[in-house]
Nanobody, 114 residues
Framework: QVQLVESGGGSVQAGGSLRLSCAAS????????MGWYRQAPGNQREVVAT???????NYADSVKGRFAISRDNAKNTVYLQMNSLKPEDTAVYYC????????WGQGTQVTDSS
């Protein structure tokens, strides 16, 4: 089994910052891609950012220049640094890892408190 434990969500005013973490454990062989997705009420889940094992990154246009994804392969952990947060960033954020199968975290809430 594979477990993903997310942390770092919370309530923050517009313009503030948060850092999300997601640690994978269990039957980890080699994680190819790690990523963050989000789902706001009434919306479909959308990709926020992904990072390959070699460090190649991709971002949704809506977060480019504000969010930064990184990973620590030795710790099987992926991070999402979120700066200049906007009200429209409010959502449940899910981490995802791709090995033979896709695995999802339980989600962590990010809320605009403005």
């Amino acid at each position: 089994q594979v477990q993903l434990v997310e942390s770092g969500g919370g309530s923050v005013q517009a313009g503030g910052s948060l850092r999300l973490s997601c640690a994978a454990s269990g039957r980890i062989v080699s994680i190819s891609v790690m990523g963050w997705y989000r789902q706001a009420p009434g919306n479909q889940r959308e990709v926020v950012a992904t990072i390959t094992r070699a460090g190649g990154t991709n971002y949704a246009d809506s977060v480019k220049g504000r969010f930064a994804i990184s990973r620590d392969n030795a710790k099987n952990t992926v991070y999402l640094q979120m700066n200049s947060l906007k009200p429209e960033d409010t959502a449940v954020y899910y981490c995802n890892i791709q090995m033979t199968f896709n695995y999802w975290g339980q989600g962590t809430q990010v809320t605009d408190s403005s």
